[in-house]
T-cell receptor, first 113, second 115 residues
Framework: DAGITQSPRHKVTETGTPVTLRCHQTENHRYMYWYRQDPGHGLRLIHYSYGVKDTDKGEVSDGYSVSRSKTEDFLLTLESATSSQTSVYFC????????????FGNGTRLTVT | GNSVTQMEGPVTLSEEAFLTINCTYTATGYPSLFWYVQYPGEGLQLLLKATKADDKGSNKGFEATYRKETTSFHLEKGSVQVSDSAVYFCALGTISSGSARQLTFGSGTQLTVLP
């Protein structure tokens, strides 16, 4: 299995509070991604990174920011959490752009009350 | 834009039955196509992939053929097992900024196999 660790695995927070989710990889892969999974929507891309300090927006980026200061870490921040951001968040990594598959972490379940 | 439409679930089969999960896509250019599987409490795992028209991806008895003329990538297995119970996601892959692989997923199909 690809070495991906997401933390925390579960979090409950209140509306309006800031939240940061962490994704740590030990594979030295260039590409990292954050997805959210919601019933009926599959997985939707929030943000991704193609190198240290190189990030771009995905399909559902509003309300989220990311940072990547080291190859191994990709942080997802909800500046002011809302109930619509209750979801399961998955980090994924990939070694190369071409046909390299994405490898997923085990997810973080976030509940915003 | 790109999109993936998957057969709605849930799907319930008896052990040793034949499985088909339909997947069609809309995309510009020539995307790669993937099937991922998710077991309870886990992340997604790549099941198989195909990178060009008429390619057949296969793994663990599952197969899917990239059909450009019908824009489809249906997943099949000849004889399912209880251990195949999971959620299956069809996805198409394109290249974005910095040559990053970007996946667009279908909504997933829950498969339950009964003994």
């Amino acid at each position: 299995d690809a070495g991906i660790t997401q933390s925390p695995r579960h979090k409950v927070t209140e509306t309006g509070t800031p939240v940061t989710l962490r994704c740590h990889q030990t594979e030295n892969h260039r590409y990292m991604y954050w997805y959210r999974q919601d019933p009926g929507h599959g997985l939707r891309l929030i943000h991704y990174s193609y190198g240290v300090k190189d990030t771009d927006k995905g399909e559902v980026s509003d309300g989220y920011s990311v940072s990547r200061s080291k190859t191994e870490d990709f942080l997802l921040t909800l500046e002011s959490a809302t109930s619509s951001q209750t979801s399961v968040y998955f980090c994924a990594i990939s070694g190369g752009g071409g046909n390299s598959p994405l490898h997923f972490g085990n997810g973080t379940r976030l509940t915003v009350t | 834009g790109n999109s993936v439409t998957q057969m709605e679930g849930p799907v319930t089969l008896s052990e040793e039955a034949f499985l088909t999960i339909n997947c069609t896509y809309t995309a510009t250019g020539y995307p790669s196509l993937f099937w991922y599987v998710q077991y309870p409490g886990e992340g997604l795992q790549l099941l198989l992939k195909a990178t060009k028209a008429d390619d057949k991806g296969s793994n663990k008895g599952f197969e899917a053929t990239y059909r450009k003329e019908t824009t489809s990538f249906h997943l099949e297995k000849g004889s399912v097992q209880v251990s195949d119970s999971a959620v299956y996601f069809c996805a198409l892959g394109t290249i974005s900024s910095g040559s990053a692989r970007q996946l667009t997923f279908g909504s997933g199909t829950q498969l339950t196999v009964l003994p």
